[in-house]
């Protein structure tokens, strides 16, 4: 097509794509605008530092090579732990109620509903409304993830309680600590730690299960692992404590402090006094010339 053409033409939605035109045909309609060519810089250092967080081309091909490193470890973990969780389901005998399944589709859907409004939607069915769907072929289309997740949960809660593993106060609020939040969501869920003793046990459970998963990971790889009831909690550190000699300096040093101030005090006195003594010997000089001069 050139400058100014025009065209017609028509396409297929695809079944599954998030619009009400799924499965429809279309008719479009396009006029060519504008020809445009895109011209890459100059791969310089100057250029660089400019538009990246690096100073140099070297730099910035390091962190490109790190960055595709880490993305491979990262699909290489998924696929790991996706045949770690079907090796388990397959040897593991899971039983729950329907209604416990329902309860976790309605948790995931409060939690999606929260990220749809994070994205600008007043509520899921806003986004239910644009796609064409019922909120019943919502709710169909999460369970299958529901059922996973409830399944892995309750995999987790048994090894928790088989291995007996525990977590202190500190590691629940590290995990708050570690979650990412901005400085003022980060002291408003500490102080809610102390103050709402469900929320603490509600954190506390995500701990375990992350102890656990890790726990199966390390199994799956091989690691010696500890025995049930001997794994290791991780206690707040220990303040520094100051040595036998450090204390003394300071004891030292602050009765130094003390003799100073007291000099201080006997030299402001005995100033003040001065004056007096030196008007009361002029009175008498005074008074012994007045004599003498009689």
Do not use: C
Request: charged fraction near 45%; proline fraction near 3%; avoid cysteine.
């Amino acid at each position: 097509m050139e400058l100014g053409e025009k065209k017609t033409f028509t396409l297929t939605f695809p079944d599954d794509a998030v619009s009400k035109w799924a499965g429809k045909e279309g008719e479009f309609e396009v006029e060519v605008k504008a020809i445009k060519a895109e011209e890459r810089p100059e791969l310089t250092d100057e250029f660089i530092a400019e538009n990246t967080d690096n100073a140099t081309v070297e730099e910035f091909k390091e962190a490109l090579e790190e960055g595709v490193r880490a993305h491979l470890e990262s699909e290489k973990e998924q696929e790991f732990q996706k045949k770690l969780w079907e090796a388990i389901k397959e040897q593991a005998t899971i039983k729950y109620a329907p209604a416990t399944l329902d309860n976790e589709v309605e948790r995931l859907e409060a939690e999606r509903e929260d990220i749809y409004k994070s994205y600008g939607f007043e509520s899921t069915d806003e986004l239910l409304k644009l796609q064409g769907k019922s909120r019943e072929e919502y709710r169909e289309e999460l369970r299958p993830e529901a059922k996973n997740r409830l399944e892995e949960e309750l995999v987790l809660d048994e090894v928790i309680a088989k291995e007996k593993l525990d977590a202190s106060d500190y590691e629940v609020e590290a995990y708050i600590r570690g979650a990412g939040l901005d400085e003022k969501d980060e002291k408003r869920l500490i102080e809610r730690l102390k103050e709402d003793v469900y929320y603490q046990l509600y954190i506390k459970m995500l701990v375990l299960r992350r102890k656990a998963h890790k726990l199966l990971s390390a199994i799956a790889r091989g690691e010696d692992v500890p025995e049930p009831g001997q794994h290791p909690v991780e206690e707040a550190p220990e303040e520094p404590e100051e040595d036998a000699e450090t204390e003394a300096e300071d004891e030292e040093a602050s009765e130094e402090v003390v003799e100073e101030e007291e000099v201080v005090v006997e030299a402001e006195e005995e100033a003040a006094s001065e004056p007096e003594a030196d008007e009361s010997d002029e009175a008498e000089e005074t008074e012994e010339a007045d004599d003498a001069s009689e």
